[in-house]
């Protein structure tokens, strides 16, 4: 008799866009016509410069031919797009080995995924606001009791808040794997190297794994600030990080990411080597590899004339966010993030909640963000508004918000 | 103290092409310039056909346009993708909503993920011989005791040899989880609706659920066996099945496949739709959609053009199958498979093992397959060969062994 695993009915509700998109198609049955202005997902929308294209081009030229057609690639990843980045990655001073970098199709899986190769009964902490993929993937693994005042039973929430600059504290207790965002979504901070030291130094005291997002690396405009974790000395003993195509280069639907498993991670119970063999097991045993198209494409995001252009478009994102963000402080709000990172994150007004300021952004502004309690409980009192759309889309909402919102 | 996830300490050896490759290699280094035929992997080796192409370019080129590009997906696929998915079936006289349809990066992700949604005290069957990911990652899952005697205790095997004409019998205990494939990887063997219908019968007396791997079904010639275990009455109810574009129409590196979980089925514990929900709340945590261009490509699969181009494909698969099977025939083995699956499968001669058969044959005749003991005990003394790849490879390999091999 089949039965399903429980855990998922742990689960508080279902993923963010679901939601948000489930309120505005609802404003929009009931104001047909009327104009919405999006700044809630993170979703590129600026095409793909010329290199890239023809980097995608030519991947699926290759196929067309019997001289030059693939089939299944390596599980880990096409070798010359390992090497491309381990090159990206020595460009600041990190060294590491092609057979460090698995490519997938994306940072969202890979950060789901990574959990499965650790102990079931290991003790995780997050960040607080955090981006649900860490948090459900682990309460679906069974890592987690039940939902209870907007937390899950037996994870630790590190708080991020204005009172400490939305960097965390270290945790109070012993964890054993702690996921962290820089620079964060939703909050928009980024973790300078010395905050970034502290975490490596508390997870080599306590044999703790830190899972790093570096998604938005490629956001950071501050030269000071640390693009990867193992700009910190004995990060490679105690992190793993993940990387991303999608927002830096448009590649949200075109599907490429990678996780960095150094040689000389250990675990309580891993020597070095041997956490990189299990990840390589996991994606050899579950995964087929990612897109040999989107393999090609990803190639020629590295070459120089790929992140000439693929920044620029980073720059246009960036803009944008300096616009919201202007646009925010003229008004009155307390306004974080979007200096090194493509989200705003506001206080909101008065004492309304994350879902109130929601619906008066939507009904009064016609501007659709996202309620900071989507986050985790102390996102609560916060709105996160993403950078990425077309400047005149982004100067439009920005117009809407100054002439409609009731201040 | 990060620990790691036991389980994995609990597989046998690594994945069938990582152990084969190694084996091959040894041979290339003690042999050098040595040519070496390789019927080992099922792994497509035409090119796509020009409307396939067509498709892809499409792909691409939508990305290049601000007025067409686009980021991410829905996670569960293209609406389009999956209503032309329900158009196929409806042409074999099943009828499927697009919503129980879901589009991923492929057959191997899809059958190796679906066992995260149910229980974890599950009781699974396989059949044995079996593809190993069905039994990996159900170990890794944690279903499972430790591998004794080529067995994964706990879990329930399913003989399928000549006994039996590589038809499994009904288990004889209560399984909860059942995995089917056919057309069968590794033996070529396709259920009958007959056949299918005990099973469906089966898991309706026992409220089980099939996993009904389909991804071979294009390779069918015999109008009377099913392309699909919705053909049999009541499957909806107690089935899930995975589909694939990888050998059918060449995408085993553009990666795109799907899964089918119909409203109507039912588990001990979930009424309709519930399944179906849960299946969708996996993929919209965990993944991010297949990649846009791959999708498009499989757009183009599906036209009448397109299924008439891979059709052709298919068919010059399975011609080399012919001439395979008909060397061996010759030579006087006992041949099995590939008349409706493009693989063949055969007896090793004598009382040689199927590793003792893989290194004659890799020595003799310098032809790479598979040993069957890979796939399973029930594999042992067998030996599975794979028609994919050019014409003039799969003649050069037959005719060395013919000659070279020693009977």
Redesign the interface.
Known sequence: ??????N?QK?KS??LS?QINKRTKAFQVKHPGSQIYKLG?G??????P?SV?SG??AG??K????KT?????EETGDNRLREALSEKYSKNGIILDFQEIFIS??A??DT??IQ???????VVAVQDPVY??YV??NV?A?RTGEYENGKYKGLVYLPCTKENNFVPYLPEI?V??MYLCSPNNPTGAVLTKEQLKKFVDYALK????IIYDAAYEAFIRNNDLPHSIYEIEGAKECAIEVGSFSKSS?F????VGWTVVPMDLV????KKG??NA?WA??Q???????????QEGALAVLSDKGQKECNKIVAYYMENAQIIKTAFDNLGFEVFGGENAPYIWIKTPGKLTSWEFFDKLLDEAHVVGTPGSIFGPHGEGYFRLSA?G?REDIEKAVKSIEEKLKI
């Open positions: 008799m089949a039965k399903i695993n429980k998922f689960l279902s993923y679901v997902i979703n590129t929308t600026e095409p793909l010329g294209i995608l081009q699926v030229d196929l067309s031919d019997v057609y693939t089939g299944y690639g199709d994306g969202k899986p789901a995924n499965s190769i650790f102990s079931i009964d290991s649900p993929v459900e993937t679906i069974g012993k054993d794997l306590n044999k703790a794994i448009g949200t639907g075109v599907r675990g309580e119970d891993a041997e956490v299990l097991r996991r050899v045993t579950m995964f087929n590899g990612a897109s040999n198209i989107a990425f077309h």
